[in-house]
């Protein structure tokens, strides 16, 4: 039986593949000063984009996280108004 993190590690090769060209991709030998600019270009602006799209899912993380914690309360009878857990614990939630 593979352990665990046998196929994590399958996995994030698999995953880290489909942004990473091959290693023989990267010969610059045969290739003009403005190809090198242009795909430096076309490789910056895709870097912006994946970056927007964490930051967006970042946000959609938290506010699920935001909207299971308010549910969680509620299930456990934690006042919504005020943040507080049931009296006999006594203690606050940030």
């Given at each position: 039986m593979e352990s665990r993190g046998g196929r994590?590690?399958?996995q994030g090769s698999a995953v880290g593949s489909r942004?990473?060209?091959p290693a023989d991709s990267l010969d610059f030998s045969a290739i003009t000063l403005t190809q090198i600019?242009?795909?430096e270009m076309d490789s910056q602006v895709r870097v912006l984009e994946l970056e927007s799209q964490l930051q967006k899912e970042r946000r959609r993380l938290g506010e699920?996280?935001?909207k299971h914690y308010e549910l969680a309360g509620v299930a456990e009878g934690w006042e919504e108004s005020d943040g507080l857990l049931p009296a006999s614990q006594g203690l606050l939630v940030p």
């Open positions: 994590g590690s399958e942004f990473l060209p600019k242009r795909q699920l996280r935001k």
